[in-house]
């Protein structure tokens, strides 16, 4: 069975900084041609797409996040990871991992629907 197990949400002051952390176990596919993302997802909001990176390196964010957010994984761990950086209250969400068994879309972040396995989430909160 996949699991996708996200870590290191919690709160702070806007304008503070957070790293997120997800790992995969029980990974039943080729380790090339995944493509890992994180979204992020209000009460009563559409899940949004902050960042993705696949096997080949591609990373992608929201125009909201670029600047601020970093995106990386570590494949030999079957980890994915968020850093972010002058966190708004606005973007006080719950934040999920997830991942597909092929790359990601050349030019945006994956829509969710693209996206097979999913986390259960980590909430963010950043209080002004």
């Known amino acids: 069975e996949v699991q996708l197990v996200e870590s290191g949400g919690g709160s702070v002051q806007a304008g503070g900084s957070l790293r997120l952390s997800c790992v995969v176990s029980?990974?039943?596919?080729?380790?090339?041609?995944?493509?890992m993302a994180w979204f992020r997802q209000g009460s009563g909001s559409r899940r949004e797409g902050i960042a993705s990176?696949?096997?080949?390196?591609?990373?992608n964010y929201a125009d909201s996040v670029k600047g601020r957010f970093t995106i990386s994984r570590d494949n030999a761990k079957n980890s994915l990871s968020l850093l972010m950086h002058n966190l708004k209250p606005e973007e006080s969400d719950v934040y999920y991992c997830?991942?597909?068994?092929?790359?990601?879309?050349?030019?945006?972040?994956?829509?969710?629907?693209?996206?097979?396995?999913w986390g259960h989430g980590t909430q963010v909160t950043a209080s002004s």
């Open positions: 997830a991942a597909n068994p092929d790359v990601c879309g050349a030019n945006r972040v994956p829509y969710p629907a693209s996206l097979a396995y």
């Open positions: 029980g990974w039943p596919y080729s380790t090339s041609g995944v493509c």
């Open positions: 990176i696949d096997s080949a390196g591609r990373i």
